[in-house]
């Protein structure tokens, strides 16, 4: 017999189905036990009255049966009385008188309960279960969200004629302002990987390799503090980039595609203003006192969706301790961005006379006050990428680094640009979760700790021996 889902039994008035699935709550009224059975389609009331079952054995399991076993069920589909229809559920209007009853697997009691949102729950035993924890009906519903929304972009884009690529996790640096993950090489020992920050050197290259649309959807790696809009480690970008387009079309292009999201997924919810405002950063700074202006008309108003874009930031920053990464240290500049963001073209000879004063062509998405991503029109001629890494204090050596975008730039480079809106902070902001944590599936905590499995996690003698690598702290004990 084939598998019906929950969700079907509506249309199957009166037939036999068979149903499989968690048992999402027991009742026991008396002689008539209750089930609700659950299934990725939802749930539907199973009626077991044990004397009138068909077979005596299922009758003696039922009796065991506790919530969240998997089991299976055949029976008959029955129009509820009309005083008993429930409006609550999907399939309110029908029930399952069971005929067999089979315990498929047994479930221990879970160490929280999963039929409620969930913030109530210390968040490292929802991490550690997080199997479970996907369980209660919020994390199914953001994780399906996530879903269409990634399909929808792709096909929006695929439409226009962009090509999705996948670029390498096994990488060299590609710095975006953060520490890197580095992973050491068995063949060359000594020598390492780093995980890319984002595809951002590929996606360049891939410009001059002619593709002129490409869009990925991408992890990123950045070793920085965990915040609440930005999990540990790892998050997840759409990455895309444009040839011979202005600022105006990338903007145009992400703008068509959010609202596109927002009418097609988000229905309850509504975009503050269209087209979205464009605000320089002096102004944004001036009128809102953040390059991350809150827009919204009504705060609390849980279905605004405020989209703005800030613009015209300085291309530099000053340099400060914590920008270590950039050049040498010594460096008066630090990129706003990062550092293949293209200059204003009015500003050109400012970057001689007073790089402060230059402004780049970067822009930032910003959503309900988060930024929920940035991109920018690239420096595409080698001598201006050059004099940015001069400003930046790149030693020589750190210049040898980057030497493969500079002969890339000798064979005829196409002016490019693009943007990168972050996946996970677009959602948490659309659906006003607290944290990034509750639309991933298997964040990290915010000590680092992955969900479920034990990483980082000591590696064996021989793994060390293999790559090289002695531990200082090991070595002590
Ligand atoms: N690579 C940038 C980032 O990850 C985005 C971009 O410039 O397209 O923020």
Redesign the pocket.
């Known amino acids: 017999m084939k598998r019906t889902l929950a969700a079907e039994t509506t249309s199957a008035v009166e037939k036999e189905v068979l149903l499989q699935g968690w048992v999402n709550t027991r009742r026991d009224h008396g002689k008539i036990i209750f089930l609700d059975l659950r299934d990725r389609s939802g749930v539907v009331q199973l009626v077991i009255v044990p004397s009138t079952s068909k077979e005596s054995k299922p009758t003696f399991e039922v009796s065991h049966i506790t919530a969240e076993d998997v089991i299976e069920v055949v029976g008959l589909v029955k129009e509820r009385p009309a005083g008993m229809v429930n409006d609550k559920i999907a399939t309110g209007r029908v029930e399952i008188e069971v005929q067999s009853v089979k315990i498929i697997s047994r479930a221990r009691e879970l160490p929280f309960p999963i039929d409620t949102d969930g913030y109530e729950v210390n968040e490292e035993v929802r991490m550690k279960y997080r199997y479970l924890d996907i369980r209660r009906p919020r994390m199914r519903e953001n994780l399906r969200l996530r879903s269409r929304v990634t399909t929808l972009i792709r096909n929006f884009l695929t439409e226009r004629d962009f090509v999705e690529v996948e670029t390498p996790i096994l990488t060299k640096t590609t710095p ?1 302002g953060a520490r890197d993950f580095i992973v050491p090489s068995r063949l060359q020992k000594g020598k390492f990987y780093a995980l890319p ?4 050197q590929y ?1 360049q290259l891939l410009m001059v390799a002619g593709l002129e649309r490409y869009f990925q959807i991408a992890r ?1 790696f950045r070793d920085e503090d965990p915040r609440r809009d930005r999990a540990y480690g790892e998050f997840t ?1 759409l ?1 895309l ?1 444009m040839s011979f387009v202005t600022q105006g079309d990338l903007l145009q292009l992400t703008e068509e595609l959010f609202t596109k999201v927002v009418s097609e997924l988000f229905p309850e919810k509504h975009i503050t203003q269209s087209p979205w405002p464009r605000i320089p950063h002096k102004e944004a700074k001036e009128k809102y006192g953040t390059d991350k202006p809150d827009v919204r008309k009504d705060k609390n108003d849980a279905g605004e969706l405020a989209f703005a874009w800030t613009i015209d930031f300085p291309l530099f920053t000053q340099q400060s301790k914590e920008d270590f990464y950039y050049g040498s240290g010594k460096a008066k500049f630090a990129p706003s ?2 550092m ?2 293209a200059p204003h073209p009015d500003d050109i000879e400012l970057l001689d006379k007073d790089p402060l004063k230059v402004r780049g062509l970067q822009h930032d998405l910003v959503l309900n006050g988060y930024e929920v ?4 029109i690239r420096i595409h001629q080698a001598e201006i990428q050059e004099k940015v890494f001069d400003l930046i204090g790149f030693t020589p050596a750190q210049k040898v680094q980057f030497a493969h975008m500079l002969t890339a730039f000798t064979y005829g480079v196409p002016p490019h640009g ?3 809106p972050g996946i996970d902070r677009f959602l948490m902001a659309a659906l006003g979760e607290p944290s990034v944590r509750e639309v991933m599936a298997f964040p990290s905590s915010s000590s680092g700790q992955t969900s479920v499995m034990d990483a980082p996690s000591v590696v064996s003698k021989d793994q060390l021996k293999e790559l090289g690598i002695t531990v200082a702290t090991l070595k002590k004990k």
């Open positions: 975006e920050q984002s595809p951002q996606k990123c970008q990455d980039e961005h990062h293949f963001t991503g940035g991109g920018s693009g943007i990168a």
